[in-house]
């Protein structure tokens, strides 16, 4: 680390600037430039994710909209008490069955023109005395139901099922919804129905959806009922593609190749598969992400190229600065530099140049000028006020009020010279506690008179601090501060608590004095700004909590708490300290 160091402060600027630029452009390129190119992928596979998932959701809900269909017409027939009477009755006489099939022909061919989408309805008896009429009424035989099927069907005890892709007699694939007829007795059924529909027309719900990507639908045995390939058609998913279902969103390989795929299920069982190639996904953001390496060598090239043309130019104008500064440092105070440019560098060389012109006359000559002024400045601020002069003025005026029989007036000048002789102190900054009660008595004395009735003030003070010695003028600003604003009834009198006595703070002994009254207190808001910085209408109160603690350190200093309409207290928290 030491050497490393030691080796960028003993190199060139020009070798600084690439090292800096290397370091705070390049790295972080790269790292933003892979940063962003993975939270792209992230982001194209999330949003490519809500696609599927939202097309998957709409085949679905289309789909499970023309199940729902055959369901209802299922529903329909097996609620049918007429058909289920002309279904197991037992035709004795001939053409007695013509009633029969002109019922059941109208029921069947009224369903088959309200629902265009169905590719066949048909009904299935063991009734040998009902003959089939070779439209819609059949017989259970093998030869009209597959054993299988057959099976199934009884097995179901009257509920609906579906069958995988049957080709018919002219050769259309075909999905059968299966359903036992057996409402009088659970246990005894009297025929079938299946209602057929093309696989073509579930397969035109998944077409408008396939875009990029690959769409089957699956039954509840994960089978393939209705895809683009129909030679896939009742294969199992795994078998015919390959990876098996076990996530709703996951990446699987198929030939090698990654693919994302998504799937929902339906109620009944079915789902609706999409898988589609990630690379077709990430080949606009690789393509984005190639383009602006690009763009990043080539601006790298032309900063590198820039920041060596600059640094050059700089190091030869500084170079001339440090020659200067070495003649100065020799005490050659008469070498000026030529530099008119109006840069950092150009204004550096002026301000060189004067401070190489003026330098020995301001160690020689400013520096005392200046102490002196600020003496004389100070001296003036203090003779600005003429403590024996106040003193005089004040007297004189008191014993006018007493000539003119004024003797509110004459009290009220007498306290105010009082306060003042007391404030002023001869100039020094600290007072006995003594002292400053009395200053405090005389400030309220004065405003008595003015207010008369409208505040009192009670006094608990451990005698045996008055000796201790503190700052002047603390107790002042507090009690003028709830005189002026505590006040909120007219009617109702003010009281004022001023209290002195010891305690701890912080490991020592401390003297506390507190201001507290029962006026109409302050909201928080209010507290804070009264000790803030901005703040003109607490200005006494803050300049009593900036003298404290200039005085005393930041362990001291002024707390407020108050509550609207509940009253103000004020604490001074100040070192014990003894009166010499």
């Not at 439209?135 to 609906?160: A, R, S, V």
């Amino acid at each position: 680390m030491k050497t490393l160091k030691r080796l960028f402060n003993n190199s060139s600027l020009l070798q600084k600037l690439l090292v800096i630029f290397l370091t705070v452009t390049i790295i972080p390129l790269i790292f933003i430039t892979v940063f962003f190119y993975d939270r792209t992928e992230q982001r194209l596979l999330e949003l490519t994710y809500e696609n599927m998932s939202s097309s998957n959701q709409q085949i679905s809900s289309n789909v499970n909209a023309h199940l729902n269909n055959l369901r209802q017409i299922s529903s329909l027939i097996y609620t049918d008490e007429n058909l289920q009477a002309y279904l197991t009755q037992n035709y004795t006489r001939d053409y007695s069955f013509v009633e029969a099939y002109r019922y059941i022909d109208g029921l069947l061919y009224s369903l088959l023109t309200a629902n265009n989408n169905i590719a066949s309805i048909n009904l299935y008896v063991d009734n040998k005395s009902l003959p089939e009429d070779g439209l819609f009424l059949k017989h259970i035989t093998l030869e009209n139901l597959p054993l299988e099927y057959l099976t199934q069907l009884q097995q179901t005890y009257g509920n609906n099922i579906f069958s995988n892709v049957i080709q018919d007699k002219n050769g259309n694939n075909v999905i059968y919804l299966g359903r036992i007829l057996n409402f009088n007795a659970q246990n005894h059924f009297y025929g079938m129905v299946t209602i057929g529909l093309n696989e073509e027309l579930l397969y035109k719900l998944i077409e408008k959806e396939e875009q990029n990507k690959s769409v089957y639908l699956l039954n509840e045995k994960n089978q393939i009922i209705s895809a683009s390939d129909k030679s896939l058609l009742n294969l199992s998913f795994s078998e015919a593609i390959g990876p098996e279902l076990s996530g709703n969103q996951e990446v699987v390989a198929i030939d090698g190749h990654p693919h994302l795929l998504v799937y929902n299920t339906m109620p009944h069982g079915w789902k609706t598969v999409s898988l589609t190639p990630i690379d077709e996904i990430m080949s606009s953001s690789r393509q984005t992400a190639m383009q602006i390496v690009v763009i990043a060598l080539f601006s790298i090239v032309l900063s590198i190229l820039m920041i060596i043309v600059i640094a050059k130019y700089l190091s030869l104008r500084l170079r001339k600065l440090n020659r200067q500064a070495a003649q100065v440092e020799k005490g050659n105070f008469t070498v000026l530099l030529t530099d008119s440019s109006k840069d950092e560098i150009g204004q550096l060389n002026a301000a060189f140049n004067k401070m190489s012109t003026r330098l020995k006359d301001m160690i020689d000559k400013l520096y005392i000028k200046e102490i002196a002024k600020r003496d004389a400045e100070l001296y003036a601020l203090q003779s600005q006020i003429n403590p024996h002069f106040l003193y005089n003025t004040l007297s004189g005026i008191s014993s006018l009020a007493i000539q003119n029989d004024d003797m509110e007036v004459s009290k009220m000048l007498n306290h105010l010279a009082r306060f003042y002789q007391t404030s002023l102190n001869m100039g020094h900054q600290y007072i006995t506690l003594e002292k400053e009660i009395a200053l405090t008595k005389h400030y309220l004395a004065i405003q008595h008179l003015r207010f008369e009735d409208s505040f009192m003030e009670r006094w608990e003070v451990d005698e045996s601090l008055c000796k201790h010695e503190t700052l002047k003028l603390l107790l002042q600003p507090f009690v003028e501060n709830a005189i002026n604003h505590a006040i909120y009834d007219d009617q109702q009198c003010l009281e004022i608590f001023i209290r002195i006595y010891r305690s701890m703070h912080a490991g020592a002994p401390a003297l506390l004095l507190e201001v507290e009254d029962d006026g109409c207190g302050m909201s928080s808001e209010q507290v804070e700004t009264l000790l803030s910085t901005e703040s003109k209408a607490g200005y006494g109160i803050k300049n009593v909590h900036e003298r404290v603690q200039l005085a005393y350190g930041p362990n001291y200093g002024v707390t407020i708490h108050s509550q609207a309409g509940l009253g103000t207290k004020i604490t001074i928290m100040l070192p014990l300290q003894q009166h010499d």
